[in-house]
C-alpha cells in the first residue's frame, strides 16, 4: 500500500505543469472582486459602523412570509424603502425568524435613536399595518418596551482595528508554523494561499453586496485555518515522498504525484463540508445567513488553494532559485575567464624583464652585442665583487631577498 502511493503513475492532468492556469484564473476572480471592493465598498454593519439597532415584533397573530418564499426579500425591500424616508437616511432591513423585524441605521447619540425608532414605528404602523399588524416590542406585558441597541462610532473603530490586527497576526503565526515544520518557501506558500482566500471571500461579499459583522471576521479565521490545515497534509506527503524517492527525481513531478495522491482526502472532507453547510445556509435562518455563506465560500476557495496554488508556488519558488543560482554561477566563470587574460597581458612586460636578465647573465645585451660584467672585468675577479655581481642577479630575477625586519 505505501508503495502504491509513492509511485507516480497516470494522472487525468499536470496540475504543476499547468500552474500558470490556475495562477491567472485565481487573479482574474480575485481582481473582479477587488473592482468591485474600491468602487462600491463593503456593506459594514452596525458593528463596524456605529450606529442604532431596534428589533420590531409583528401583531398577535400576524406572521412574515415564510423563508425561500419569495415575498419575504420583496417585504423586506419594501420595509427598508419605508423605514429610510421616515428616518431620512440609509436604514438596512433584515427578516428574522417568523416575526422579527431587525432595522438598522445610523445614530449618534441614545435620544436620537429614540426618536428614529419612534418614527420608524409610526411608518411601519401606517404603511403595513394590513400585513403586519401593530407592531410591537420583545416583553409581551410590555409591547412599548423595544429591544434597541446603540454603538457608538469610537466602539466601531476599535472593532474594525481588531479586526484587522486578528487577520494580521493570525497570518505571521501560521507563517511561523510552517517555517519551522518545513521550510520557509512552503510558508511563503501557505501564507500567499490563505490570503488568496482571504481576498476572493471579501470580494465575494463586495460584489453581493451583503453585510458583513463579527461573524463575518469569524468565518475568516474558520477559512484561514481550515486552508492551512489542507496544506499541511499536501506539504506532509510531499515531503514523505522526497525522502521516499532518488534525490535525483524531478522536484515537480513529485509534487504533481503528491496532489493526486491526497486529492481523494481534500474532494471528501471538502464536499462533506459543503454539503453541511448548504443546508445550513438553505434552512439555518437570518441570523446565521452571512456566517454560513462566508464558510461556504471560504471553505470552497480554500480547497482550491491548498490544491492548485500553494503546492505549485514552491515548485515555482525552486525553479526561481536554481534560475538565480545558475546567473550567480554564470557571472563567477566570467570572472574565473578574464582574470587570466588581465594575466597575459601583463605578461609581455615581465617577460622582456626575464630576457634582460638571462641575456646579462650570459654576457651579452638584449641585440646580442657582448656586454662586460663586474666578474668578467678581471681575470676571475676578486671574491666580493663576485658576490656583489651575484646578489645583484638574484635580485634582478625576483627572487625573494631575505627581510631583515623582525615582523
Not at 502511493?5 to 482574474?28: E, Q
Not at 401593530?134 to 434597541?148: A, I, M, S
Not at 518545513?182 to 494561499?193: H, N, P, Q, T, Y
Not at 505549485?312 to 587570466?340: D, L, M, T
Amino acid at each position: 500500500m505505501q508503495q502504491a502511493l509513492r509511485t507516480g503513475g497516470k494522472h487525468p492532468f499536470d496540475i504543476v505543469a499547468t500552474r500558470w492556469l490556475w495562477f491567472t484564473l485565481s487573479g482574474l476572480v480575485g481582481a473582479v472582486g477587488l473592482v468591485f471592493l474600491f468602487s462600491r465598498g463593503l456593506n459594514l454593519g452596525l458593528d463596524y459602523t456605529g450606529g442604532g439597532q431596534v428589533r420590531f415584533y409583528t401583531g398577535e397573530g400576524k406572521q412574515l412570509p415564510p423563508l425561500g418564499s419569495p415575498d419575504r426579500p420583496k417585504l423586506a425591500a419594501a420595509i427598508r424603502d419605508a423605514a429610510s424616508k421616515a428616518v431620512g437616511g440609509a436604514v438596512d432591513c433584515r427578516l428574522s425568524g417568523e416575526d422579527q423585524i431587525v432595522l438598522q441605521f445610523p445614530a449618534r447619540t441614545n435620544e436620537e435613536l429614540e426618536s428614529r425608532t419612534a418614527r420608524l414605528r409610526d411608518s411601519l404602523n401606517q404603511a403595513f399595518g394590513d400585513q403586519l399588524g401593530t407592531v410591537r416590542g420583545g416583553d409581551k406585558d410590555h409591547p412599548d418596551r423595544l429591544d434597541t441597541t446603540f454603538i457608538g462610532p469610537k466602539i466601531g473603530g476599535e472593532l474594525r482595528a481588531n479586526a484587522v490586527k486578528a487577520l494580521i497576526l493570525g497570518s505571521l503565526l501560521i507563517l511561523g508554523y510552517l517555517w519551522l515544520r518545513f521550510e520557509f518557501r512552503f510558508g511563503v506558500a501557505a501564507l500567499i494561499a490563505i490570503l488568496h482566500d482571504a481576498v476572493i471571500l471579501v470580494g465575494v461579499f463586495a460584489i453581493g453586496y451583503w453585510q458583513i459583522d463579527l461573524a463575518f471576521i469569524a468565518a475568516i479565521l474558520t477559512v484561514l485555518g481550515y486552508s492551512v490545515n489542507d496544506s499541511v497534509v499536501i506539504f506532509d506527503r510531499i515531503r514523505e515522498n522526497m525522502g521516499a524517492r532518488r534525490k535525483s527525481e524531478d522536484f515537480a513531478t513529485v509534487v504533481n504525484d503528491s496532489l493526486w495522491q491526497t486529492m481523494p482526502r481534500s474532494i471528501n472532507t471538502t464536499a462533506t463540508t459543503l454539503y453541511t453547510l448548504v443546508f445550513l445556509f438553505l434552512v439555518g435562518g437570518e441570523t446565521i445567513h452571512t456566517f454560513s455563506l462566508a464558510l461556504l465560500v471560504g471553505i470552497f476557495s480554500g480547497a482550491y488553494s491548498s490544491v492548485f496554488n500553494a503546492a505549485p508556488i514552491v515548485v515555482q519558488w525552486g525553479i526561481w532559485s536554481a534560475r538565480r543560482a545558475e546567473r550567480k554561477a554564470a557571472k563567477e566563470r566570467e570572472g574565473a575567464a578574464a582574470r587570466p587574460v588581465a594575466r597575459q597581458r601583463r605578461a609581455p612586460a615581465s617577460a622582456t624583464v626575464a630576457s634582460a636578465d638571462a641575456s646579462a647573465a650570459e654576457g651579452v645585451d638584449a641585440n646580442g652585442s657582448p656586454v662586460s660584467t663586474p666578474a668578467s672585468a678581471g681575470n676571475g675577479g676578486d671574491a666580493p665583487t663576485k658576490a656583489r655581481a651575484q646578489a645583484a642577479k638574484q635580485k634582478r630575477a625576483g627572487r625573494p631577498q631575505k627581510s631583515k625586519r623582525r615582523w
